[in-house]
């Protein structure tokens, strides 16, 4: 018998990729399969990012770079979070990963002790679950109503919050719901993590569907409500605007640039680097103006699926399906 440590026992998975593997021996068997276990566009990153990235490979850069990340990128970043949130930012408070999932990771380790509660939305993206179980800390569901639109308000968390708490997850819009918050919604969090909660709160913002929203709604962070930028840790990354999924790009904008400095220091100890070639064409996909057509297209195709799916299954007796106002 192999002698795991007691902490593998508790860790977490995502069963969007343990269906895969049945999805595969279907597929196999000869099944067609309409994929539904992963949130991933079904589009092609665009060509001209791909460009970039494969002239970086050919010219050399494909070597250790700055854990951090390149610092182009980083002020891409930096002018993205200005002009979809009014916030500015420096580009040493960016840490670039390799994908959107670290951040969740290095937000625990950096701020959560055992026994310390984390809030975190249920339904949910089950990572956040499995990362407060594997630290020991104490998960609490903050359940999301079909007849709310899927959205928290104020007093909803007003209930959960302790003098324990000692992380707040939001993600809006929401995976696997749909659901999107509004500026009213997140005002009245932030009053109740003002009024309510110990000033040692840390709010992990996961923003990574910020720019696929339907039916005119605009995205909005707590990140731009006043007061919150020093509690915030802001993630976001290229998988689903720009359909980069396996090029694993994200990124954390930090309150300040000491705890950058941590994130930075968890990227050495566990991935080094985020590739250069991949940094390069994570910066083009933010800059090429291209892109925002490329994504306003893509994001119409997604909306009019979703009007045909919901409707569809309406039609069917004995089911409800919520129409959701984000993917």
């Not at 995502?14 to 593997?21: H, I, P, R, V």
């Not at 700055?66 to 200005?82: A, D, H, K, T």
């Not at 910020?210 to 290229?238: K, R, V």
């Not at 904008?253 to 950058?260: D, F, G, K, M, Q």
């Amino acid at each position: 018998m192999i002698s795991f440590a007691d902490r593998i026992q508790i860790l977490g998975t995502e069963n969007a990729f343990k269906l895969g593997d049945d999805i595969v021996r279907c597929e196999q068997a000869g099944t067609k399969v309409i994929r539904l276990n992963l949130g991933e566009p079904d589009f092609d990153s665009a060509e001209n990012i791909n460009k970039v990235a494969i002239e970086n490979i050919k010219k050399g850069n494909s070597h250790y770079t700055n854990p951090q990340g390149i610092l182009p990128l980083r002020e891409s970043i930096v002018r993205q979070v200005y002009q979809t949130r009014g916030v500015r930012v420096d580009a040493n408070q960016i840490v670039v990963t390799t994908g959107g999932k670290p951040a969740i990771a290095y937000t625990m380790m950096t701020y959560v002790n055992p026994g310390d509660e984390v809030i975190y939305p249920s339904p949910g993206f089950p990572i956040y679950e499995s990362w407060v179980t594997f630290l020991g800390a104490v998960p609490v569901p903050l359940h999301l109503e079909e007849d709310k639109g899927f959205r928290f308000d104020a007093v909803d968390l007003e209930k959960l919050i302790s003098p324990k708490t000692k992380v707040l997850i939001l993600n809006s819009p929401s995976n696997p719901t749909g659901g999107v918050l509004s500026r009213a919604d997140l005002e009245g969090i932030a009053r109740v993590v003002k009024e309510k909660a110990n000033p040692n709160i840390w709010i992990y913002s996961d923003e990574i569907y910020e720019h696929i929203l339907f039916d005119g709604h605009q995205h909005q962070s707590i990140l731009s409500i006043p007061g919150m930028a020093e509690h915030t840790i802001l993630a976001s990354g290229h998988s689903k605007t720009y359909a980069m999924t396996g090029w694993r790009l994200g990124y954390s904008v930090l309150p300040t640039v000491e705890e950058a400095m941590v994130f930075r220091q968890l990227n050495i100890n566990i991935i080094s680097c985020t590739p250069p070639f991949i940094q390069e064409a994570g910066r083009a996909a933010i800059d090429n103006k291209e892109n925002q057509k490329i994504v306003q297209a893509t994001v119409k195709q997604f909306e009019n699926r979703r009007n045909m799916v919901v409707e569809g299954l309406n039609q069917i007796e004995g089911i409800h399906c919520n129409k959701p106002e984000a993917i």
